[in-house]
């Protein structure tokens, strides 16, 4: 965990961000020489190809080519997508 002045937090707040961010790097604001605050890097995220991507691995094989032969469906057979809240 890195320790930065608040003051140096404020004048490089971008790259700050960015380092927890991207680096998933943890800071600890300090004041005074006391800390102030803890910044952590928040929960990790991904993208549908990637939750998507073991897939093949959890399914057994029937329900993988039963799910394999749904998504390749075209438009005709699905019905229209409609709001739910719309009144």
Same mark, same amino acid.
């Given at each position: 965990m890195r320790t930065v002045t608040?003051?140096?937090f404020a004048r490089h707040f971008r @790259? &700050? =961000?960015n380092r *927890? %961010?991207?680096? #998933? %790097? %943890? $800071? $600890?604001i300090v004041r005074n020489n006391a800390p *102030?605050? #803890?910044l952590v890097p928040g929960p990790a995220t &991904?993208? @549908?190809a990637e939750a998507f991507s073991d897939l093949h691995?959890? =399914?057994?094989k029937e329900a993988?080519?039963?799910? $394999?032969?749904d998504s390749r469906i075209d438009d005709e057979g699905i019905? %229209? *997508?409609r709001d739910p809240w719309a009144s």
């Open positions: 608040a003051t140096d @790259a &700050m =961000l *927890v %961010e991207f680096q #998933r %790097e %943890e $800071l $600890l *102030v605050a #803890r &991904m993208t @549908a691995n959890i =399914l057994p993988g080519e039963t799910w $394999l032969a019905d %229209e *997508v």
